[in-house]
């Protein structure tokens, strides 16, 4: 956070469009770490503008109301910039490569964020503003891997099933070995580490979707 020389938390003297930007920067990166902490429901606009250093006013300037911040905070934490450059321009075309690639992003996603998901999976079922918010990240996620599994399926790589169902069983691999160990910690395997589990789980996922001559 940023403070002046009393630890009392103020605005930054900047030009007007950078001083919006630093601003805008600011207010997102001490709400993700407030919504983190608190959850949404107790997370407040006060509490929120506090953490970043500015006033409420500033906050509702930016974002309108905390359900936008939210809205702005799962966009741009969500992982999903980093998975759309690895799908444009880090890819091969080799099929058990590229799923490899991006089980490995996936897991890094999920596991650099399992506090969030700790206390979204606790407040979702009660808050359902909440719950449809953070329901978009995975259905872009879906739609992201689907238009490559398209291309794959079309280059005839890949068996020529629904792309968007593969998708979700490739997620829903990471996504509920990120939920256990969120909540239950245990070890799939005795001297497993997580580069053997997703690797495992990238196996599966092609050995079941590979086209075979």
């Known amino acids: 956070m940023f403070a002046d020389d009393h630890g009392v938390a103020g605005e930054v003297e900047l030009p007007p469009g950078v001083a919006a930007d630093a601003t805008r920067e600011r207010i997102l990166r001490a709400a993700a ?35 936008n911040l939210l809205v702005a905070v799962v966009h741009e934490w969500s992982g999903l910039p ?18 490899l690639r991006f089980g490995r992003a996936l897991h890094a996603m999920f596991a650099g ?21 953070l329901g978009q ?9 689907a238009g490559y599994l398209r291309q794959q399926i079309a280059a005839g790589r890949v068996r020529p ?14 996504f509920a070995y990120n939920v256990s160990e969120t909540l239950v910690p ?12 997703v690797e495992q789980f990238v196996d599966l996922f092609v ?7």
């Open 33 to 67: 770490e407030v919504f983190a902490e608190k959850g949404y429901v107790r997370a407040t606009t006060r509490a929120l503008a506090a953490a970043a250093g500015v006033n409420e006013v500033t906050l509702f300037r930016h974002f309108g109301n905390k359900l």
């Open 82 to 99: 980093d998975l759309y450059s690895l799908l444009e321009g880090r890819l091969s075309g080799e099929y058990r490569q590229d799923m």
């Open 113 to 133: 964020r399992r506090t969030a998901l700790r206390l979204v999976l606790c407040e979702a079922e009660q808050v359902p503003e909440l719950r449809r918010v």
């Open 137 to 145: 990240m995975p259905l872009q996620l879906r739609q992201v891997l």
């Open 161 to 174: 099933l629904d792309p968007e169902v593969m998708a979700q069983a490739f997620l829903g691999l990471f």
């Open 186 to 197: 245990l070890p799939l395997a005795a001297g497993m580490n997580v580069e053997a589990v």
């Open 207 to 213: 050995g079941g979707t590979i086209r075979t001559p």
